[in-house]
């Protein structure tokens, strides 16, 4: 049967649909700036560095002192100490003048009237800033700007140090034009009073490469990162954190444009670095190691994949143990490898160890639960074809698990996109979060998939009865549930724009295309509601918006 077929050979494939996607439904942890003091003395720091594939990638550094202590994304806020403004600022045994600062016999600094004020404007534009008081935070931070103007002069390392606080800030707003000019500035500035090969250089030049990175402007982010790359190898040495830390964001860049070998040599370095520098189990290269697997699936390489994926999970179990839902996850990507390599036994076991994980962890109507149900059936539906059909009865009852596993996932994933009067009351008065949104985008995706799936597993029934009529009436049913749930839900505009949401649509399409075709008896009332020609002028129809949007196509 040709629907069985091409359906059971995309049930195969689809297992990389992204964990990611489906925890976005747990509460979000938003990361907060990392501030920098007026510290006298700042060290590159050795215990945080970049973090997962799109998330370390945009993270915030704040320099709140003078620009002498600009150390890139990679500076601790632990290691910023707060000292008594000594006259001179030393990285790493280099010491640098900084201006405006007069001193007295004892060696200690008397600030004037500007120094003061900036600092004041700094620290209570960074507080205004935690607290989401954007437009506060940014007269503020000109006032820092004025003051650090007035106090030490329009070039020096201060200014650029507070040109980049309002750049960030400017950067998180999207206002990237105005963004753009102080990044430049501050740039401009540090090489005017270090040289253009000093270490603070290639820190905001890592800066500016977020900048580019975070609008997608590669070409652009290349550039400076390869720039920055190279001062820090001179300075720093191709052994230290930091220096790491740009190789896997320039990595990233690769991997974005396409170059997967050259990204996985960045990467697998930075991580190498990492290693070898004993941080090899933190969090941070356990991120960078998803990406090396992500790099891996993407070129085919599953085997390599399996591997860093299997040594994620051990390091997650010895440090957080199953109570951890990023150990589950950890699994649940292994898992799904594991799937797509032919090894579900293994597959099926992580996954039911997955699901027990969630339900002591997680109520039962978390859409995390509902994602792990459909992985579940999914890799029962692809096991039962191994059976042999003489044990009908037990292929049966392995059916009639799965089943019942796809009709909970169904269950769930509907009751997150069929919101209470309460909630609809809330969300008018109040707007959806964005954790609220991500969970129904999620809901929608498995709630199509789901259905899918059961249109599949119904046909499985068929073909075990060995019919000779094609056509499965339950199969088609949960077909055009799979439409009917896609029209009813996607009038909402963060539903429609959902990554993935359109793609399901469209399979979901085609196999009722392919299930009507292959129906040699099927009567005009079977396909009265939407004839076979209606259904392929809107797969064309679909295309066309995926194809104009960018989006993949499955």
Aim: aromatic share 6%; hydrophobic share 40%; glycine share 6%.
């Amino acid at each position: 049967m040709m629907f069985f077929r091409k359906a059971s050979a995309n049930l195969l494939g689809r297992f990389r649909f992204s964990p990611q996607s489906l925890t976005a439904a747990a509460p979000l942890q938003r990361r907060s700036p990392i501030l920098l003091s007026d510290a006298g003395q700042c060290r590159f720091s050795s215990q945080i560095g970049s973090g997962g594939y799109f998330s370390d990638s945009f993270r915030w550094i704040f320099l709140f002192g003078p620009a002498a202590a600009i150390l890139g994304v990679n500076v601790s806020p632990a290691l910023a100490e707060e000292v008594s403004t000594p006259a001179t600022t030393g990285i790493d045994g280099v010491d640098i003048e900084i201006s405006g600062l007069r001193k007295i016999e004892d060696g200690s600094v008397i600030s004037n009237i500007h120094t003061s004020k900036w600092r004041v404007f700094t620290d209570s534009g960074r507080d205004l800033f935690l607290q989401g008081k954007f437009e506060e935070a940014e007269k503020l931070f000109l006032s820092a700007l004025r003051e650090a103007k007035e106090g030490f002069g329009d070039r020096d390392p201060h200014v650029a140090s507070a040109y980049n606080n309002l750049a960030e800030l400017y950067r998180v707003k999207k206002a990237f034009n105005k963004a753009e000019p102080m990044y430049l500035e501050a740039i401009i500035i540090l090489e005017e009073s270090f040289g253009q090969e000093d270490v603070r250089v290639a820190a905001a030049l890592h800066n500016l490469g977020q900048f580019y990175l975070m609008q997608r402007k590669l070409e652009q982010a290349r550039g400076v990162y390869e720039r920055a790359l190279k001062i820090k190898r001179r300075f720093l040495g191709e052994a230290h954190p930091d220096y790491a830390d740009t190789m896997y964001h320039l990595g990233t860049v690769l991997y974005l444009q396409g170059k997967y070998k050259d990204s996985e040599a960045l990467i697998r370095g930075s991580i190498q670095i990492l290693e070898d520098g004993g941080l090899g189990e933190s969090m941070i290269c356990i991120k960078r190691m998803r990406h090396l697997a992500e790099i891996y699936i993407k070129s085919d390489r599953i085997e390599e994949a399996e591997n860093v994926l299997r040594k994620i999970l051990h390091i997650m179990e010895l440090a957080k143990g199953w109570n951890s839902l990023e150990t589950v996850i950890a699994a649940e990507r292994l898992a799904l490898t594991l799937q797509s390599l032919g090894n579900l036994k293994e597959a099926q076991e992580l996954l039911e160890r997955c699901l027990d994980a969630r339900r002591a962890l997680l109520p039962e109507d978390h859409i995390q639960i509902a994602a792990n149900l459909l992985h579940l059936a999914r890799v029962k539906m692809l096991d039962s074809n191994k059976l042999k059909k003489s044990n009908a009865y037990q292929v049966r009852a392995e059916l009639d698990m799965t089943k019942d596993l796809l009709s909970k996932s169904i269950s769930v994933a509907r009751g997150h996109l069929v919101p209470s009067v309460k909630e609809k009351g809330n969300k008018q008065s109040y707007g959806e979060s964005m954790t609220t949104v991500r969970s129904r985008q999620s809901a929608l995706i498995i709630l199509l998939q789901s259905l899918d799936a059961l249109s599949l597993l119904e046909m499985k029934r068929l073909e075990l009865e060995e019919s000779e009529n094609p056509y499965n009436s339950e199969a088609e049913s949960a077909l055009r549930g799979c439409i009917s749930a896609y029209k009813e839900f996607v009038t909402e505009k963060s539903l429609s724009d959902a990554p993935g949401v359109k793609a399901e649509y469209l399979l979901c399409l085609k196999h009722l295309v392919d299930l009507l075709t292959d129906n040699k008896t099927s009567s005009k009332d079977r396909s009265s509601n939407a004839s076979l020609q209606e259904l392929k002028d809107e797969i064309k129809r679909v295309e066309g918006e995926i194809s104009k949007k960018g989006g993949r196509r499955s």
